[in-house]
């Protein structure tokens, strides 16, 4: 890995907006999904996942048999990992609320779910039970009615069986084999099996990142994600043995994934160094991982702690790893990270599956001023005004000054309508 200096770095990695010749080929699928539904996704399926179905949607069989067909090990880890995010999420539920004055004037939120939302399941290279998990779970929480995944099957026309398993746990039955732009598609426009969604979330590659940005305002998104990226913070007490496992955990995600180390110390830096080194040559993954190190990987020694938490907030990255003596005295300095994991033991994997947050967090450095996905993302909010007689007596003269202030002259008319109406009733009393 490159060892650079503070000055050698400036923390910015660009946004992959894809190639002109991907965004134009993103919107032809788009455009014939549109028009062709189906059909259109039969001829997208096996022209990519090499396989021609003429259903898409899961059966109840194809949920049984995947049950023998996954360990009972991995399926107690999936349904602790599932109660571990219930726990995590449930504390995010809002309340809808209602606030009354004296004057008889009442304010007030609804929260309500949405009512159907499509999450986007990876599956390629790698398959990713937990990405169910983190994704549907949240959304069952929230209340939304009618949760549906897609997710690419097999050249056998199947689904990886922990997938399917995973979306039992997470009590999610409507799975569609179809992956892609084209799923995003579906999702979006609706075709003849596939019902159109309110909101699609889910990591996928770039024809799924560039399928998600072209159909924004359409349906919402929970972002354009970009490559995984990990950024560890450490001083001289850091295990670089640690450090090196856990830069690689995310390298061996995809060739553009980022793993930056911080230190004050050379001598972990270099240490560090060695490790990633000797790590590389026995991951299985290693073409990826070693592509991603190469490219996007980089260790920064800073002279002191204030300098890398500064380094750390320039690179707003997606996970952050802080190993140092004692991380929890200098949480505050963290401005800009999507998921902090404090001390050795937090190692980045513990949330990934296990601990409980999400996943799901941003990238590319828009944890400047995004979050990770949350209960949030699943609801919608009405503001429910209830404005008393009396209040509209004493605030409707300034409603209309700032009316009239802005050119809007209907905007004030319209309460001028009703002061005159209380001006009338007020002689009608005087004169009686």
Known sequence: ????????????????????????????????????GDEALRDYTERFDHVRLEQFRVSEEEFAAAVSQVSPEVRAALEEAAENIRDFHQRQVRQSWFSTKESGTLLGQIIRPLKRAGLYVPGGTAAYPSSVLMNAI???????????????????????????????IAGVKEIYKVGGAQAIAALTYG?????????IVGPGNIFVALAKREVFGLVSIDMVAGPSEIAVLADETANPRYIAADLLSQAEHDPM????????????????????????????????????????????????????????NR??????????????????????????????????????????????????????????????????KS??????????????????????????????????????????????????
Do not use: C, W
């Open 257 to 312: 994934s980022a793993a930056i180390l911080v230190t004050t110390s050379q001598a972990v830096a270099e240490s560090v160094a060695q490790e990633v080194e000797r790590q590389l040559a026995e991951l299985p993954r290693k073409e990826i991982a070693e592509a991603a190190i190469r490219d996007f990987g980089a260790i920064l020694v800073v002279n002191d702690l204030e300098e890398g938490f500064a380094a750390i």
């Open 1 to 36: 890995m490159r060892i650079l200096s503070a000055s050698q770095f400036d923390g910015k990695r660009s946004v992959d907006s894809g190639t002109k010749e991907q965004q134009e080929a993103v919107k032809a699928i788009l455009s014939d999904v549109r028009q062709r």
């Open 383 to 432: 503001s429910v005004v209830s404005y008393s007689k009396k209040d509209l007596r004493e605030n409707g003269h300034k409603i209309v000054a700032l009316a009239e202030q802005e050119g809007l002259a209907a905007h004030g008319r319209a309460i001028t309508e009703r002061l005159r109406d209380f001006d009338r009733e007020e002689q009608e009393r005087d004169s009686k």
């Open 315 to 380: 690179i707003a990255p997606e996970h952050l790893e802080i190993m140092i003596a004692e991380p929890f005295a200098h949480l505050g300095k963290v401005e800009n990270a999507g998921a902090i994991f404090l001390g050795p033991y937090s190692s980045e994997p513990v949330g990934d599956y296990f601990a409980g947050t999400n996943h799901v967090i941003p990238t590319n450095g828009t944890a400047r001023f995004s979050s990770p996905l949350s209960v949030d993302d699943f609801i919608k």
């Open 191 to 199: 075709t003849e099996q596939i019902k159109a969604v309110d909101k």
């Open 138 to 168: 949240p959304a069952k929480i929230a209340g939304v009615p009618e949760v549906v995944i897609t997710t690419p099957p097999g050249r056998d026309g199947k689904i990886n069986p922990a997938i399917l398993v995973a979306s039992q």
